[in-house]
């Protein structure tokens, strides 16, 4: 018994206690499973001495409270009020600039040469993990005026078609979402291909003029270029759309230009907008409500033809909560989602669940599946539903994006908060967020300053901790770095609409650099004969 007191620190026994010393494991004292069935035998021995055990629970916690407080109170050295002194004194400086250096060139070697694509992956990464942690509170103010029709081989199978389906199909899809009288429509299908085997063609694009003529809904159609292949271009009513680009990698422009279209090779991937750019889907359709008066909170510039501002491509955010139409008329199964509840307790439970499978993503696999939305943002119908009385007036004043969730069309894309989803949810985010920001939306932005800034001040202030030299200096520096990383990346996230700074990257290159100048002290301090 006193063995395991001694071993696991429950100390205070009383003193007639006989007590063994602690197996050496690095001496190799603990040989084999023997050794752990002897601990166990003890522990079960003194657990039926239970007045003992009791005892020696309370001096342990006793002692373990009073090591907390000592901890606690150890911040409270009196070498931490040099610190402001320290701060404008020579020889912070020039410790300063030493850590500077050491933060600095690990960060700029990381940023330009990327080495097997580490960099970039961890600050990807970074920026998943905020995306995830704030979609819960993703405001819903344009949630109501957007929804997705999808296309998958059910609705193909109840109409009795096959991919690809008659040129009448579309047209029969667009009428029964026009009846409904949206604002705008967008069929994010590629329609390009003529078959010789199919002859509808014709009478499609006359039947699609009629009906855009009757509704007077715009219809947006999908394209990768100036919409010379697309075959229901030439159809009064009609507008384009581009649907795909180069060179942004994960971010979604506004504006294409000609270097940036489909299936180019930009050589340097910037913000301009060239005479020649098309609108891709959710910008043509944000313009379209901006137009029309549907939307009022668009700025003087776009309503004068300037779309200068909208040249930087943006980074989406993913909203988390579901609709609350999907519940409220059972629009999807209850086994292919569980809309959440939008209440602030339950968007903090949501945040703090997503963050939690976050950390134990390297340790559980399927964690970080458990953390994921299983369910679209947007407002979604079946194809097939559209006729059904649970659809009826839905679609009334939205815009509407038709896409396809096939097995056989590989039209995905990567969500941090939902993970793979139909392309068409893609477009449906971004208008979102220009509904919601407008002009502000998310945009990166030049951060090689803001990383200069960053580092003097992060060694600006080590510096003037490791001259103080207090109690936990290891513990404070840590924070610090922890806290400015952090609230630097909160402030640009949440103020400027910015992506979060690579905090994860900053802080591991934070330890290195001060393991390598504790190091070099260490190689530097005479040893002691």
């Not at 690990?106 to 979609?135: M, N, T, Y």
């Not at 100036?226 to 759309?241: I, Q, S, Y």
């Not at 941090?416 to 139909?422: A, E, F, I, S």
Request: hydrophobic content about 45%; proline content about 6%.
């Amino acid at each position: 018994m006193g063995w395991f007191a001694t071993c696991f620190g429950w100390t205070g026994m009383p003193s007639g206690n006989h007590q063994e010393p602690c197996p050496d494991v690095a001496s190799g004292q603990m040989k084999g499973i023997e050794d752990y069935a002897r601990q166990l035998a003890k522990l079960i021995l003194m657990c039926r001495r239970p007045r003992q055990l009791l005892h020696r629970v309370g001096v342990s916690f006793v002692r373990r409270w009073q090591l907390m407080l000592g901890y606690f109170a150890s911040f409270r050295d009196e070498r931490l009020k040099t610190v402001p002194g320290n701060l404008v004194a020579w020889a912070t400086v020039s410790r300063m600039f030493v850590i500077f250096v050491a933060l600095i060139i690990p960060a700029w070697l990381l940023e330009v040469v990327d080495p097997f694509g580490l960099s970039g992956a961890v600050e990807r990464h970074s920026q998943q993990i905020v995306q995830k942690i704030a979609a819960p509170f993703y405001p819903t103010t344009a949630q109501s005026r957007i929804a997705v029709v999808l296309i998958d081989e059910g609705a193909l199978a109840v109409r009795g078609e096959s991919w690809p389906p008659r040129y009448l199909y579309y047209e029969e899809v667009v009428r029964r979402i026009a009846k409904q009288r949206p604002s705008a429509i967008f069929l994010d299908v590629l329609v390009e291909d003529r078959r010789s085997y199919d002859s509808s063609l014709p009478l499609a694009q006359k039947a699609l003029e009629e009906t855009l003529k009757e509704t007077g809904v715009p219809l947006y159609l999908a394209v990768l270029d100036g919409g010379e292949r697309n075959l229901f271009a030439k159809v009064p009513g009609t507008h384009l759309a581009m649907a795909g680009w180069s060179g942004h990698g994960a971010d979604y422009p506004l504006l294409v230009d000609g270097p940036h279209r489909f299936g180019a090779m930009p050589s340097v991937s910037d913000n301009r907008c060239g005479a020649d750019s098309l609108p891709t889907a959710a910008f043509a359709l944000y313009r379209q409500l901006c137009e029309r008066g549907e939307n009022k909170s668009c700025g003087e510039a776009l309503a004068q033809g300037d779309t200068g501002t909208f040249c930087a491509p943006m980074v989406v955010q993913w909203g988390y909560n579901v609709a609350p139409q999907v519940r409220a008329r059972d629009l999807l199964a209850a086994s292919q989602c569980a809309p959440s509840e939008v209440s602030p307790g339950t968007r903090l439970f949501d945040s703090a669940r997503i963050l939690w499978s976050s950390l134990l993503a390297s340790f559980d696999k399927e964690s970080e599946a458990q953390g994921r939305q299983t369910c679209p943002y947007t407002l979604t119908v079946r194809e097939e539903d559209l006729s059904s009385a649970r659809v009826r007036g839905l679609l009334k004043d939205r815009v509407v994006l038709v896409g396809t969730s096939l097995a056989g069309i590989h039209d995905l894309v990567a969500s941090p908060v939902h993970g793979q989803l139909p392309g068409v949810y893609l477009h449906a985010m971004a208008l979102d967020n220009l509904l919601t920001w407008d002009d502000h939306y998310f945009a990166r932005a030049e951060g090689t300053p803001t990383l200069l800034v960053l580092g003097l001040l992060l060694a600006w202030v080590s510096a003037a901790l490791i001259r103080a030299n207090p109690a936990r200096l290891d513990f404070l520096l840590h924070a610090f770095a922890a806290v400015l990383v952090l609230g630097v990346s909160a402030f640009f996230y949440l103020v400027l609409h910015r992506p979060p700074l690579d905090w994860l990257g900053l802080l591991l290159i934070f330890e290195l650099a001060r393991r390598i100048l504790e190091a070099s002290a260490n190689r530097r301090q005479p040893s002691v004969n």
